[in-house]
Structures are given as C-alpha cells and as structure tokens.
T-cell receptor, first 116, second 109 residues
C-alpha cells in the first residue's frame, strides 16, 4: 500500500514566480496537512484540509493557498515567491482532522523548493 | 504561551551506546505527545505517541517516558546504530500540533 506521495521532489524557482506543489494521501485518509520546514527548524503548520474544507490555517501570508480535491489529493500554491520561501514542504495525511491519537499523521518525503 | 523545548540541541555518540533526549513543554490543555524521527531531507516518521495516562511506551530500541505533572518527556535510544543518525522531534498536541526544534543525533562508528 502506497504511502503519502508528493511531487515534485525538487524545484527551483526565481523570485516573483508562483509554484504548485502536489500531495496524494494514503488511501482511505481524508485529511491533508501542509507544513513548511526551513533548514535547521521544525515544521511550521500551513494548512489542514478535511473533506475538501479548510480546517486549520497557520500564520502564513495570503500568498499561500491550498485546496483539496474530491479524491482527497491536495495542492499547495505559493504566489510571488520570496527567497525566504526556500524550504522543505511537507504533506501529511491522516484519517481525520482532529489531533487525537486516532488521527496519527503520516508524512510524505517532501518537496524541496529553492527560490533564487 | 504554548512551547516545546528540546535538549540537547545536538548530540554525538558512538555506535552501540545509549542516549537520552529531553523534551519540556508548556502546553495546555494537553492531549498527546509524539516523538518523530526525521532523516535529513525526508519527512518525519512517528516513533511513539503517548496520552496523558501513559508513562512509558516502547518501540523497538526506542523508549519514551512522559511525566504529565512536570510536563517532561524523554526518548531513550538503546544500543544505537548508525542509522539512528537523524533529528528527533518532540511534538505536543493541545488542539494543534506544537513542534519542538528537535535534537540532531549523530552516531559515529
């Protein structure tokens, strides 16, 4: 059974461009969360989606947006890229949207975004 | 303010030795505490997840302890292997996951 998949694995963009990152959750999981991890730091929560609805949002500017599709896959979009957006972007899937034990999060391998 | 602090920031040990990583938190209300292992450039992998009522939980060579009164947790790694070299992150959940900065562990031959 496949785990969480993310694409692309690596991406290089220039300042001002936009980027779309994709995530496919584990089969049967209905929730997807997005995290940004800057080198040397812990993951920072960006969004959580459950059943195609936004269930949580972290402290990120409006340049960051996301959506979840009927098949529970998700896209993270970042507009007007800044150098500081360079990071590992992690997607995590879970059965539900809560933070309880039953909703363990399983992480994908991440997308390494470099903004030059 | 909800915070998770980990120590040490980094640690170097020899293969075969044991080590203990610490996590202190000031998070309320408390739901659960998780330890993740993250290899460089990869996504975190869950090691243990503990609720308020659990004091100790083991997963192969990893043993996590939790003292909910003092708001402290530890992760003990037994008989370390080279593949244990990674960042170990403590995560505490009130209504949202609060991530620590992690301890970077290097296991040398």
């Amino acid at each position: 059974d496949a785990g969480v998949t993310q694409s692309p694995t690596h991406l290089i963009k220039t300042r001002g461009q936009h980027v779309t990152l994709r995530c496919s959750p584990i089969s049967g999981h209905k929730s997807v969360s997005w995290y940004q991890q800057v080198l040397g730091q812990g993951p920072q929560f960006i969004f959580q989606y459950y059943e195609k609805e936004e269930r949580g949002r972290g402290n990120f500017p409006d340049r960051f947006s996301a959506r979840q599709f009927p098949n529970y896959s998700s896209e993270l979009n970042v507009n007007a890229l800044l150098l500081g957006d360079s990071a590992l972007y992690l997607c995590a899937s879970s059965l539900g949207a809560g933070q309880g034990i039953s909703y363990e999060q399983y992480f994908g391998p991440g997308t390494r975004l470099t903004v030059t | 303010k909800n915070q998770v602090e980990q120590s040490p920031q980094s640690l170097i040990i020899l293969e075969g030795k044991n080590c203990t990583l610490q996590c202190n938190y000031t998070v309320s209300p408390f739901s659960n505490l998780r330890w993740y292992k993250q290899d460089t450039g990869r996504g975190p992998v869950s090691l243990t997840i503990m609720t308020f009522s659990e004091n100790t939980k083991s997963n192969r060579r990893y043993t996590a302890t939790l003292d909910a009164d003092t708001k402290q947790s530890s992760l003990h790694i037994t008989a370390s292997q080279l593949s244990d070299s990674a960042s170990y992150i403590c995560v505490v959940s009130p209504c949202r996951l609060i991530w620590g900065l992690g301890t970077s562990l290097a296991v040398n031959p």
